[in-house]
């Protein structure tokens, strides 16, 4: 009897343990599956500020240091450029991201997999 109740608790133990694996593993399955859409879509379609000619001048008339040191179609190329580069840095962090969600999928996908497959084999004995 003794033996039993031992056996009984270290099932339910081994249980409970094979379920929150899993349900660990399948919420970052869906976390990394909908990180992958997003650095998606955003590799593809970047999420860009572009200030109005107007902004730009008024930047430029309010800073003394820029107006002495060059004229306002340097400082208009200057600023395109700096979008430009962020959209490329913005583009390489979203491609860093998305191997990053799909690494997380090759190894928590397995995981999933095994443990669900012997909390099948247990149910059926």
């Known amino acids: 009897m ?3 109740r031992k056996t009984g608790i270290f099932r339910t133990i081994k249980s409970i343990y094979f379920y929150l694996v ?3 593993a399948l919420m ?3 976390f990394s599956v909908a990180n992958v859409v997003y650095n998606i879509t955003e ?4 999420i860009q500020y572009m200030p109005a000619k107007m902004d ?3 930047m430029y008339q309010n800073d003394e240091v820029i107006k002495k040191s060059m004229t306002f179609e340097q400082f208009t190329q200057m600023q395109e450029e700096q979008m430009k580069m962020d959209a490329k840095r913005q583009q390489v962090y979203a491609i ?8 997380l ?4 996908i397995p995981l999933y997999l ?3 497959r012997r909390i099948r084999e247990e149910d059926c004995k």
């Open 43 to 46: 590799i593809f379609f970047p």
């Open 2 to 4: 003794e033996q039993e």
């Open 114 to 116: 095994y443990h669900w």
């Open 22 to 24: 899993c349900f660990v």
């Open 105 to 108: 999928l090759v190894i928590s």
């Open 96 to 103: 860093k991201n998305s191997v990053r969600n799909v690494s």
């Open 56 to 58: 730009l001048m008024r």
């Open 28 to 30: 970052i399955v869906i």
